[in-house]
């Protein structure tokens, strides 16, 4: 489409801003960004006034499990729970209704990690090839965890450097953009299991991350326990999610080595309401029987503030029962909560988000000739991040590829969770 979006205020992305800014969108990309309110009307553009509104790129949620949407709550049974079972077009037409409900929701860019038999990849080819309308996909395929590791009903169990490397291979093959280490330590969503604890060795988790890299695939791990992520640390991860036991010295390697930091905030925002579901209580309930207290999410952001660690925004969406798709926003909502300010949370889902995916000469800026993944917000979140957040959204349009693809107009998308919480 041609679009002048005029005279609203400007965030781009990189953490800058513009008082009273106007955007040119022609086609698929941004031609201009001009400033004030005035810009002369055009013969085959589309006018918007955007005066008292903000201007903003499509937001990056880069931790989702795309693979069969929504996590069924209520079930202590992975398989059944995650619809591993269910026909591969089901879990599809599935995959694909949780991307758009995070297209709604202003999340124009997902990446994925880890989800059933590539059907991330696909629903990425699909995207690419203009067929069905979803936010751009950075895909893994199915995650990589030992015999018996972290989440393995959902991953490839591989055991030994050889094995490793094959079916890094493999995934690569198969057209992955990223390679996911899940099995680094236990995890929440893995019943008996102690989150602290390592599983894969020392020596997988360098072979994992070389084998990746040298096949030109960047790396993500999960790992919450201090030993796993120092491993991770050491073989030259590119992202660290969660982090959740992370300590002073792991975290100053981090920022020397540019690690970026994806700490998935929302099931925090969650636990903190002392809302959800029973099964995932009951799991956080074994963790604390086992004598394993989660540290508070502030302490992560303090400590990646401290060393200069770059964070992103992340949901976990598709990973456990609570994170469900069309939330994205409570992530940014939960980063500024935590300790960043409303413009670097706004960063980590954008300009920083769309830098450590390697697409900053691409998306997730607002700059002339990058493609048109914009947000129209009927506030400042600057002022007010809630604004991003589902409970209170002001998102207004969301713009991906230079087409509007959801506008308050239609109605706004209908999520049923605990009110924020608000600081006394
Ligand atoms: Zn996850």
């Known amino acids: 489409m041609n679009l002048i979006l005029a005279g609203g205020k ?152 050889d094995e490793i490397r094959k079916e890094i291979r493999r995934q690569v093959r198969e057209g992955v953009d990223w390679i996911k280490i899940m099995g680094v330590t236990g995890g929440i969503a893995s019943s008996g299991q102690d989150i602290r604890r390592t599983q894969f060795t020392r020596e997988e988790i360098r072979v994992a991350v070389e084998e990746a890299h040298r096949l030109g695939r960047p790396c993500a791990a999960h790992a919450h326990g201090l030993e796993g992520i120092s491993f991770c640390v050491e073989a030259g991860i590119d992202t660290l999610e969660h982090g959740t036991f992370l300590d002073e010295v792991q975290a100053d390697r981090m920022a020397q080595r540019g690690i970026y930091l994806v700490p998935t905030l929302l099931n925090s925002y969650f636990r903190s309401q002392g809302a959800g579901d029973p099964v995932l209580k009951e799991r956080e309930e074994q963790l604390r029987r086992m004598g394993i207290r989660i540290p508070a999410p502030e302490e992560r952001i303090a400590l990646a503030k401290r060393h200069g660690i770059k964070v992103l925004a992340g949901t976990d969406c598709g990973g456990n029962t609570r994170a469900v798709f069309g939330l994205h926003g409570v992530e940014v909502y939960m980063l500024a909560r935590c300790g960043l300010t409303n413009m670097e949370a706004i960063v980590a889902a954008t300009g920083g988000a769309a830098e450590a995916m390697g697409l900053a000469d691409k998306v997730g800026i607002i700059r002339p000739g990058l493609v048109a993944d914009i947000l129209v917000v009927d506030g400042d979140p600057l002022q007010d991040i809630s604004v991003l957040a589902p409970f209170n959204s002001r998102i207004e349009m969301v713009i991906k590829d230079g087409r509007i693809v959801s506008h308050h107009l239609f109605g706004r998308e209908e999520v049923s969770f605990p009110a924020p919480v608000r600081e006394v």
């Not at 589309?46 to 069924?72: A, E, N, Q, S, W």
């Not at 124009?108 to 067929?131: I, K």
């Open 10 to 161: 400007l965030i781009d992305g990189t953490g800058e801003k513009r008082d009273c800014a106007t955007v040119v969108v022609e086609g698929r990309a941004i031609r201009e960004v001009a400033e004030g309110a005035d810009y002369p009307e055009r013969t085959g553009f589309y006018r918007i006034d955007c005066r008292g509104k903000t201007i903003m790129p499509g937001m990056f949620d880069v931790h989702v499990h795309l693979g069969g949407g929504d996590v069924v709550p209520g079930i202590d049974d992975y398989r059944v729970s995650r619809r591993l079972d269910e026909h591969m077009a089901m879990h599809a037409y599935r995959t694909l209704e949780a991307a758009q409900r995070a297209l709604r929701s202003g999340f124009t860019t997902l990446r994925d990690m880890s989800s059933r038999d590539f059907v991330d990849v696909q629903l990425r080819n699909a995207v690419a090839a203009d067929l069905v309308v979803a936010p751009r996909i950075i895909c893994s395929g199915p995650g990589i965890t030992m015999t018996g590791g972290h989440v393995w009903p959902r991953c490839v169990q591989v055991d030994g450097p």
